[in-house]
């Protein structure tokens, strides 16, 4: 099959996909409406950014091994029996990118899911299969300054459905959150625990600067394990900047002098409001300024130190035919 054969994904897709062990147009990649995943939610997915390097010529994966990582553990905590390591995972992945060749930024998302048409919502004796989609992604929240608001929606817990896995039907959860802060005017939800200490946004982690240093929700605090939420603390640890995971009171975002969102939608988000209380003197404060600048320069390989982090893959100007 060619290029010129391929009837073109609808934007912002991007044309071929991975479906049932092969590279496929992204059109055929399709599975019925009666599926398990479809019907209970049982899947779990990765969110993949890809930035256009400085030199127009690279796509630099971030954290591509962690991401793989994740997901393998999201589908272990759904009984997700592949036939996949992380190796083998990441290859595909590359794989995928150099065939869509894509000429910016994008976004991949690997999909593990109960495949079978069957009526009992379980986890055990289903087939699980992979998907890999791609699609072009600018911005998801305003990085200059996001409208937040405290939902009254609370966060799932671990004993409800694990948040540390980036589970398919948990993003009911997310969905309720964030259609409740749209209606309010907000951009984006912060969730609280069951408890009313601050677990983390929709579909982002959450900072917050109080007295100088950088604090955030512990990974026992119904969070997703963020791979930016790590990098971000390892980024400030190796520039000096005092960080703490600890509980978070509602009222501290309130008092704080800084906080943002981070994640792989929202990369590093400065938030102006909370609950239209506007957050600190300036945004971005210094300590977010200093996080971005060390996370945007990183990302588009400008950033030496971190080049670690990405997995760089060179643009091909055609994709080539099967
Ligand atoms: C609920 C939730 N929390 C946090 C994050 C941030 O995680 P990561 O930095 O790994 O993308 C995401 C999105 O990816 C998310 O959906």
């Not at 599975?31 to 630099?60: C, K, M, P, W």
């Not at 793989?68 to 990118?97: D, H, W």
């Amino acid at each position: 099959m060619t290029d010129q054969a391929v009837s073109p994904a609808p934007a912002p897709m991007l044309d071929w996909a991975f479906f049932e062990g092969r590279i496929v147009p992204f059109n055929d990649a399709k599975i019925s409406v009666g599926t398990h995943v479809v019907q209970y939610g049982t899947g779990a997915f990765a969110g993949i950014r890809g930035y256009l390097d400085a030199d127009g010529e690279t796509i630099n994966i971030f954290r591509l091994p962690d991401h793989c990582a994740r997901l393998l553990n999201s589908a272990r905590l759904l009984r997700a029996e592949l036939p996949v390591t992380r190796a083998s995972l990441a290859e595909t992945i590359v794989a995928l990118v150099e065939r869509n060749a894509p000429t910016g930024d994008v976004y991949i998302r690997p999909f593990v899911y109960k495949s079978n048409i069957q009526l009992t919502p379980r986890l055990t004796g289903l087939d699980d299969e992979l998907a890999i989609y791609m699609l072009t992604l600018g911005d998801y929240l305003d990085t200059h300054g996001v409208k937040a608001a405290v939902s009254s929606w609370v966060r799932a817990p671990d004993h409800a459905i694990p948040g540390r896995g980036k589970l398919s039907g948990s993003y009911v959860n997310a969905a309720f959150a964030k259609d409740e802060a749209s209606e309010k005017g907000a951009d984006e939800a912060i969730l609280l625990d069951l408890h009313g200490h601050v677990a983390e946004g929709s579909a982002c982690n959450l900072f917050i600067v109080r007295d100088g240093v950088l604090t955030t929700s512990p990974i026992s605090g119904d969070i997703l394990e963020g791979i930016t939420r790590r990098t971000v603390i390892g980024f400030a640890n190796d520039a000096g900047i005092p960080v703490v995971e600890r509980e978070i009171d509602r009222s501290e975002l309130y008092l704080a002098e800084e906080a943002f969102f981070c994640g792989t939608g929202v990369q590093v988000a400065p938030i102006a409001s909370v609950d239209g209380r506007p957050v600190g003197e300036a945004v971005p404060g210094p300590v977010t300024a200093q996080i971005a600048d060390i996370f945007y320069t990183t990302v588009r390989g400008k950033n030496p130190r971190y080049a670690h982090l990405l997995t760089p893959v060179r643009r091909r100007v055609a994709a080539s035919a099967d």
